[in-house]
Every structure is written in structure tokens, then in C-alpha cells.
């Protein structure tokens, strides 16, 4: 730790870091754009220019000059420098709040918006917007320029990516994201000076004409400004409606900390964390997008061969089922929560000591067969897509050894307990559809959905052809744990209120349970 | 003590047993008044919801959509006006400019639907204010009876100007 003073106040930083950081751990916000934790500093956006100085050193004695109060004399150098690309030295002198250095940020906000639209009424970006922040905290209120703004068309860069050329303020952010975060080098900019653009410049032939990547998402989220956009959430809504709530992502084992954005009870996207110094920067789209998949399609009546009747009517005869049958097998469970999976457990060794022969497995995709658990598919996001696969693998919910065993041992048993396997969010996007799902193709070959038993919070193909589906709460419906690839538990907050009466898949398997045991007497 | 018979007392005449004196008078005001608007054109009242009696400027009554100079829709979609309605009364569905649309729209961003519930807006005229566009204004005065709760919901087609003009400004 060195010691600094800033705008007079002498405090203590980091002496690693650069004066941003360093500044913000103090509690001193200095203004930037450009400048990003996690990415190279490139200095280009010249909003986080501050005064640095030092005190006038005789140059004979080596001694600290002093003023007839005893306060050092401190010379200033004449240049702004931008505190991103500085390093903290000890006994420097910065001015943020300077006049001179409101004046500079003034001065660099105008030249800023010289070129943007400022547009905001119509920019999806407004309300959480740094240009718009910085404008109002420290942009002056009128523009000298009286030229006509540059204009370009809107051009779609991305599958789910659009860049407004107009807004660009050049920071630079994006390019740097694709290149040393997802190490793909196809963002550029393109033309010089005034015309400057970023563009997507494919790499080589096997890459298609738009930007394909499972972070376009983070590119619009690391834009400080409204150029890049992500087109499924276009116009939907506005910034300041969401209801925010810190807590995780359900889409893989890495269980990346989110901000939760409600509205209306339904799921509109996944942000970033609050402290992302402490968790995650950056989230993948999968996670990011797939939340819509919560308010839609849900199941929420209990199916009976395909027809929907009262809990009353259904559960007796599928805990008849259950009790007349002598070889069960549960399939799945891994996105399901810690506390349902022990519950669960606890259920099938009731089940195993009542002379039933209960194999469980959570194996359903190839991924998973092959035991790529803590595998990861890119820089963040996990090969297998469930958030709670770690618990099952040590639970030891793994039954049958191989696949092989596991589908005969399927097309034996006489009733199969499916635990969300054929539900949208988890485990599979919704455009690749539940059909193509490599469980949906077995079930199908054997034709093994007369003795199955879905559990399940979405409707789907696989609903309507079981013998019976049983609705349950989702993932953002409750409070729960999940064990992280690593083992590190981390918890999920309730952010979406259920639908009345829902029970999760634990309770449900538990009324079945109690039920057949009624049934006995 | 002598007996007062107050009802024979006051006893009405025969002219005033047939209301003479009363129904004269009466049919004096009705003929002065049969005078005054019938031959000297001097009514008060007007016919009423055919014509309607001129409005103050500031008043603050039907919502009306306004266009810019160039006919093409003053409002954006921004929502502003929606979220600051104290009522809920407004409800707009945002999208993206179609192609063959796009002459009338100065942005990319138009209201698909822009309904107004009559029986919900207080007229407090907030959207106006919220409008950064001006493109809502409380000057379409007063609104009428219905006979169906759908018939107070007032649609784009209802509220849009016909022709564009300047920027109203802030009201007198």
C-alpha cells in the first residue's frame, strides 16, 4: 500500500493497481468509457483525465520544499493524464475534481457527442447507459458543434447482435472482448478518422457473415454506450421497469452470479452481477437469453395421458403405478436443486427398503455419458448444460455404468420417473426443439412412454405422450441451493412467483409416495 | 274563545282555484322568452353535442398523436408517457420500423399500439409533460358519453393527427 492524496485528502491504495482501481477502492469515481478490468487499457476515450502531480524537491538538499503553513508545494503537470493508463506511485498528487479537470472532462464529453444521435427516447440502452450517466454527472448541457452528425445505417453484425454506427463513441471495448477474452480477433475497426466504424471481419471461409459467438450478449452489455444491441430483446422493454435481484444462472454448472431482470412476473434477462469484482464479469447468452423459457410453455396442470384433469383424479392412479410396479428407474435430476435431490434420495431408499428394485440415473446427453462434467465448452460456459450435476455425481446417482446397460435396463423396468429432462430452459435451447434431444430419440425407438412418468415444469411433445406429467416450480421460483462444478454451493433466490399450488419435483414425488401408501390401507 | 277557521279564512277565489294569475305569469316568462329567441335570436344555450361552446387552450381533454412537419409520426415508443401515468391508463407495444413504413417514422422505433383508457386517465396531463417528442397533447377536447366500456379505448387510428405541423411548445 502507498500513499496518495487525492483532491487533498491523503489515503492509502494499492499500489498494483491503476489509478482507477485504485481510486474506486477508496471511494473515488473518476468518469471512463474505454477502460474495463478485465481488458487491456487502450486509453482511448480520454474521459478519465486527471491532474497528476508531485511536491517540488530542492534539487540541492533532496529535501521536500515547504509552504509558510508547512504544506508542501505540489507542482502540477501542465498535460491531463487518463488515470486508466496510470500506475500509482507513492506520494503522487491527483486532482479529480479539479476545476481544470471538470473543465477537460467537459470539454472530451463534447467532443464525444459530437457524432452521437443522442437519441435516447428510442435507444434500448437508456438507463443503464454511460454516456447518458456521464452526459447528465459531468457533460456540459449545450454542444458547439453546428456541422451536420455522421451518419451510417443500422447493420446487423450478429446473429442476435446489432451495431448502430451512429451511437459508437470508438471506445474500443468490443473489439478487445472478441480478442482477449473469447479469442476470436473478428471485430475491427474499420476506415479512418471521422468515417471510423467497427466492423465484423470473418476470419476465414468456415465462418459465416455474421457474428455467431455465445457472447453477443456481453458485447452489448460491455458497450458503454447504445451501438451494439441484442435484437431478441429489442424494444421490449425499458431499462428502469426490471425488477433487479442479485442471484445465479441456471444454464450450467458454473452457476455465474446474475442480476435477475423481472417484469410483470416474467424473466426478461440475465445481467451481470452487482460486484463483479468479486464473482463474474461476464455471462454467456445461453444463460442470458434462455430465461424467457420460464414464462413460456409452462406446465401447469397435471396430464393424464396427454389430457389435463385435478391433482386428485392423477396422483392416486400414478401412485398406483408406482406401487405396482417392482422395477422403477429415475431418469435425471441434475436440475434440480440440493434440497430436492436429498429429499429425493431419501424417497428411493423408502422405496429400495420396500422391496423395489429403484435404479437412478442422471446420465442423458453424451457429454454427460462421457463424464465431461467439469469440462468447460469455452472460456465460461460448461459442456454439460445443467446447473446441478456436481451434487447428483456425488450423491451417487449414477446407477448403471454405461449407456448401453442403462437403455436395456430402461426398456425392462416398469415405470420410468423422468425428472425435467424434457423441459425447455435446462439442458437444451428451445429453437433446437425437444424432439432432437438425444433422451426424446430413445424414449421414441423403444417406445417407452406408456411406462413413463414425466416430471416436469414445461409442456412439450414429451408431456403429451407420457402416461403422466406432474407440473413442478422452476428454477427461478425458489429458493434453493446448487452445487457448483467445483463444489462450491452456491444459492438461488425466488424471483418469479409461481403459480398457486405448485409444488416442487420433491414434494410431488412425496404426495406420490404418501399416496400409495394410503392406497395399501 | 271564538274559533278561528283559518281554512275558510283563506279560502282561494275561483280565479285563483284555476291558477289564472299563476299560469299568466308563467306563460309571460315563457313568451318573453319565446320572444327572445325565437324572433330576436338572443339564446343562451347551445345544441349541444352538435355544437360545442369554444374551450380554453389550457384545457386539458382528449389526448391527440401529433406529426412533425414532415407528416411522420412525432412518438418513438419511448414509453415515457406510460410510465408516468399516475392512472395506467396508457398502453403502448414498441417495435421495430417496418421498411414500408419507414417514411412515416423519424427513428427506427414506432408504437405498434398506442391505447389511451379514457375511464382510467385522471387527465392530468403528465404524458404531455413527460413527452420529450411532443408528441401527446391533452387538446382533442371533451370527451363523450359511450355506450360500451371498449368505445373509451382509444386507439392510435383515434388520437393521430391527419396533418403535421410545428412543434406546439409549451401551452398558453
Known amino acids: ?521 | 274563545m271564538a274559533i278561528v277557521k283559518v281554512h275558510e279564512k283563506y279560502k282561494w277565489k275561483f280565479l285563483e282555484k284555476n291558477y289564472f294569475y299563476s299560469i299568466g305569469a308563467g306563460m309571460l316568462v315563457t313568451l318573453g322568452a319565446f320572444f327572445k329567441t325565437g324572433i330576436l335570436n338572443k339564446a343562451v344555450t347551445i345544441r349541444y353535442p352538435e355544437e360545442t361552446r369554444p374551450v380554453s387552450n389550457r384545457l386539458r381533454g382528449l389526448h391527440t398523436l401529433k406529426r412533425d412537419e414532415e407528416d411522420r409520426e412525432r412518438c418513438t415508443a419511448c414509453f415515457c408517457c406510460q410510465w408516468s401515468c399516475p392512472a395506467d391508463a396508457i398502453h403502448i407495444e414498441a417495435a421495430e420500423v417496418p421498411p414500408e413504413r419507414a417514411h412515416l417514422h423519424p427513428e427506427d422505433k414506432y408504437a405498434k399500439v398506442f391505447q389511451v383508457d379514457l375511464l382510467r386517465c385522471i387527465y392530468c396531463g403528465l404524458c404531455e409533460e413527460a413527452c420529450p417528442k411532443g408528441a401527446i397533447y391533452l387538446d382533442g377536447g371533451i370527451p363523450m358519453p359511450a355506450d360500451h366500456r371498449d368505445k373509451f379505448i382509444r386507439n392510435k387510428e383515434d388520437m393521430l393527427e391527419e396533418k403535421g405541423g410545428p412543434l406546439i411548445g409549451e401551452r398558453i
Open chain 1, 1 to 521: 500500500m502507498v500513499k496518495i492524496t487525492v483532491d487533498g485528502t491523503e489515503v492509502l491504495v494499492n499500489e498494483k493497481k491503476n489509478l482507477i482501481d485504485a481510486l474506486k477502492d477508496v471511494g473515488v469515481s473518476v468518469p471512463h468509457f474505454c477502460y474495463h478490468p478485465k481488458l487491456e487499457v487502450v486509453g482511448m476515450c480520454r474521459l478519465c483525465m486527471v491532474e497528476i502531480g508531485s511536491a517540488k524537491v530542492d534539487p540541492a538538499t533532496k529535501q521536500i520544499v515547504k509552504d509558510q503553513t508547512g504544506k508542501p508545494i505540489v507542482i502540477f503537470n501542465p498535460k491531463m493524464q487518463a488515470a486508466c493508463n496510470t500506475p500509482v506511485t507513492e506520494g503522487m498528487y491527483v486532482n479529480v475534481n479539479s476545476e481544470k479537470a471538470k473543465a477537460a472532462r467537459a470539454g472530451v464529453m463534447e467532443f464525444q457527442l459530437i457524432n452521437h444521435p443522442l437519441d435516447c427516447p428510442v435507444c434500448d440502452k437508456a438507463g443503464e447507459c454511460a454516456l447518458q450517466d456521464y452526459s447528465f454527472s459531468v457533460g456540459d448541457s449545450g454542444s458547439r458543434f453546428r456541422e451536420h452528425k455522421r451518419n451510417h445505417p443500422v447493420e446487423k453484425i450478429g446473429t442476435n447482435l446489432r451495431i448502430v454506427h451512429n451511437r459508437c463513441i470508438l471506445c474500443y471495448r468490443c473489439v478487445r472482448f472478441e480478442r482477449d477474452i473469447v479469442g476470436r480477433d473478428d471485430l475491427e475497426l474499420q476506415e479512418r478518422g471521422n468515417e471510423t466504424v467497427i466492423g465484423y471481419t470473418p476470419l476465414n471461409a468456415s465462418s459465416g457473415p455474421l457474428l455467431d459467438t455465445n457472447y453477443q450478449g456481453a458485447l452489448a452489455d460491455l458497450c458503454p454506450v447504445g451501438a451494439l444491441l441484442n435484437e431478441n430483446t429489442l424494444f421490449q422493454s425499458r431499462v428502469w421497469w426490471y425488477d433487479a435481484k442479485q442471484s445465479i444462472c441456471h444454464g450450467c454448472s458454473e452457476l455465474c452470479h446474475v442480476t435477475t431482470n423481472v417484469k410483470d412476473n416474467e424473466l426478461y434477462r440475465y445481467m451481470p452481477p452487482k460486484n463483479p469484482e468479486e464473482t463474474n464479469y461476464f455471462i454467456c447468452d445461453a444463460g442470458r437469453f434462455s430465461v424467457h423459457e420460464f414464462s413460456r410453455n409452462r406446465l401447469h396442470a397435471y396430464l393424464l395421458k396427454g389430457h389435463p384433469g385435478k391433482s386428485v383424479d392423477i396422483l392416486p392412479q400414478v401412485a398406483e403405478n408406482l406401487l405396482n410396479a417392482s422395477k422403477v428407474a429415475i431418469v435425471g435430476g441434475s436440475t434440480l436443486s440440493n434440497e430436492e435431490v436429498d429429499a429425493i434420495q431419501l424417497l428411493v431408499n423408502e422405496w429400495r427398503n420396500s422391496s423395489k428394485d429403484v435404479a437412478w440415473e442422471f446420465r442423458t446427453e453424451t457429454p454427460m455419458w462421457e463424464n465431461r462434467f467439469a469440462e468447460k465448452a469455452d472460456f465460461l460456459m460448461m459442456v454439460d448444460r445443467r446447473p446441478n450435476s456436481k451434487k447428483l455425481l456425488d450423491s451417487k446417482a449414477v446407477s448403471i455404468g454405461e449407456r448401453k446397460g442403462w437403455e436395456e435396463y430402461l426398456s425392462q423396468v416398469d415405470l420410468i420417473i423422468v425428472l425435467n429432462e424434457f423441459s425447455a430452459p435446462y439442458a437444451f435451447d428451445a429453437t433446437r426443439g425437444i424432439e432432437n434431444s438425444e433422451l426424446y430419440k430413445l424414449f421414441e425407438q423403444k417406445d417407452l412412454w406408456k411406462k413413463t412418468i414425466l416430471v416436469s415444469t414445461h409442456e412439450s411433445a414429451a408431456t403429451k405422450k407420457a402416461l403422466a406429467s406432474l407440473p413442478v416450480k422452476a428454477f427461478p421460483e425458489m429458493e434453493a441451493t446448487y452445487t457448483r462444478h467445483d463444489g462450491q454451493i452456491r444459492k438461488s433466490i425466488p424471483v418469479l412467483k409461481p403459480v398457486k399450488g405448485l409444488k416442487t419435483a420433491s414434494e410431488v414425488l412425496a404426495s406420490l409416495s404418501g399416496k400409495a401408501e394410503l392406497a395399501r390401507r
